[in-house]
Structure formats: C-alpha cells, structure tokens
C-alpha cells in the first residue's frame, strides 16, 4: 500500500457541521457536512468561506435546498497549506438571512509543508496484516476523533474506516477487504 501525503484535517462544530477535505491528484475539494435544518421559514441554505475566523471575511460561494445535509467546496480555488474556515446561514423566500452557523475548519497539507504543519494529522506506519488486510496508525498534534479514508488507484470510489471514537493523540485502524497486488492512497481526517 502506497500512502499518498496529502493529509486533511478537519473540526467539527456544535451545530454538527464538519468539513473534510475530498482531495484528488490535481484539485483540493472540501465536503461540508451539517445537520438538516429545522428552520420551517428557511427556503435555503448559503454556504461560507473565508481563510480567516473574523465573520465580516466570509464571502458566499454556493446554496443549497433546506433538505440537503452537505456541499461540496469544488471551485479550483483551495489550496494546500491554507486552512480555509466555513459557515452557513438560512435564508427565507422573502430573502432574510438567519444568524452565522458555527465555524468550521479544514487544513490539507501538501508534500512541501512545514513539518509543524505535517505533524497536525499524520499517518505515521501502515502495517501489512494479510494480503487483503492492513493496519494504519495515525497520529494529530492534538486529541482528537477521526477516520482513515482510502481509495484504490484507478478508481474515483473513496472507502473510510470506523471513525476513532475516544479523543487521543494516536489512533489506529484496520483496513480490510483490500485487492491483492492493488495500490491504494490512505489519508487520515481527524476532527475534535
């Protein structure tokens, strides 16, 4: 198993929205994740980014219907080694938006990085198990909870491991069911 170093990070936020970074060999994207709206006024959601924390940076880069749970961050513009912070805000028919929701942040970090930044949320060993098995320890530089996501190469479908459930500095988790002789990228998303 080959291991590719792009290593994504990502927070989750009271209102149970968390952004992970989705990464192929060319482009960065991030998928923004919430819990469905409950607001019966809203008629849509607005989805925020800014590479600050300060609420007046945020800019809006895309909507969504009040029943969608997710948005996928694809415009060409995100960058490795930048961490980029994500909000959203309903929006009534009439237009009225609601309050900010919490903030969100994802960091994805390249080859290239300081080793500061690398030890954010690192894989640090892959171990073979068995031809179809392998185990993977990841460490952040902080406690956190997260998961293994991993993909074979010639194929766009990502897998991911059962989340780590207990916050900690080092985790590990098995990957199964993997074909022989095949490549496969691991990255590992941590969140607290």
């Given at each position: 198993?080959?291991?590719?170093?792009?290593?994504g990070?990502a927070?989750?936020?009271v209102l149970?929205?968390?952004?992970?970074?989705?990464?192929s060999?060319?482009?960065?994207?991030y998928?923004?994740?919430w819990?469905?709206?409950s607001?019966?006024?809203?008629s849509?959601v607005?989805?925020?980014?800014?590479v600050?924390?300060?609420l007046?940076?945020?800019?809006?880069i895309?909507w969504v219907?009040v029943?969608?749970?997710?948005y996928?961050?694809a415009?060409?513009?995100?960058?490795?080694?930048?961490?980029y912070?994500?909000?959203l805000?309903s929006q009534?028919?009439a237009g009225t938006?609601?309050?900010?929701?919490?903030?969100?942040s994802?960091?994805?970090?390249?080859?290239t990085?300081?080793?500061s930044?690398?030890?954010?949320?690192?894989?640090d060993?892959?171990?073979t198990?068995d031809?179809a098995?392998?185990?993977v320890h990841?460490s952040?530089?902080?406690p956190t909870?997260?998961?293994?996501?991993?993909?074979r190469?010639g194929t766009?479908?990502?897998l991911?491991?059962?989340?780590?459930?207990?916050?900690?500095t080092?985790?590990?988790?098995v990957?199964?069911g993997?074909?022989?002789?095949?490549?496969?990228?691991?990255?590992a998303?941590a969140h607290?």
């Amino acid at each position: 198993m080959k291991v590719m170093k792009r290593i994504g990070c990502a927070a989750i936020a009271v209102l149970l929205v968390y952004a992970s970074p989705v990464s192929s060999q060319t482009a960065i994207s991030y998928t923004i994740h919430w819990a469905q709206v409950s607001d019966p006024s809203a008629s849509r959601v607005l989805v925020y980014r800014s590479v600050t924390s300060n609420l007046v940076d945020f800019v809006p880069i895309g909507w969504v219907s009040v029943s969608d749970t997710s948005y996928v961050d694809a415009d060409g513009a995100l960058d490795n080694d930048t961490r980029y912070h994500y909000a959203l805000r309903s929006q009534t028919a009439a237009g009225t938006l609601g309050l900010f929701s919490a903030m969100v942040s994802g960091l994805t970090i390249s080859d290239t990085a300081s080793e500061s930044l690398k030890s954010q949320c690192r894989i640090d060993s892959i171990v073979t198990i068995d031809s179809a098995t392998c185990r993977v320890h990841w460490s952040t530089a902080a406690p956190t909870m997260g998961t293994v996501r991993y993909w074979r190469l010639g194929t766009t479908a990502v897998l991911e491991s059962g989340p780590a459930t207990a916050l900690a500095t080092t985790h590990e988790t098995v990957l199964g069911g993997l074909s022989k002789n095949q490549i496969y990228f691991a990255r590992a998303a941590a969140h607290d």
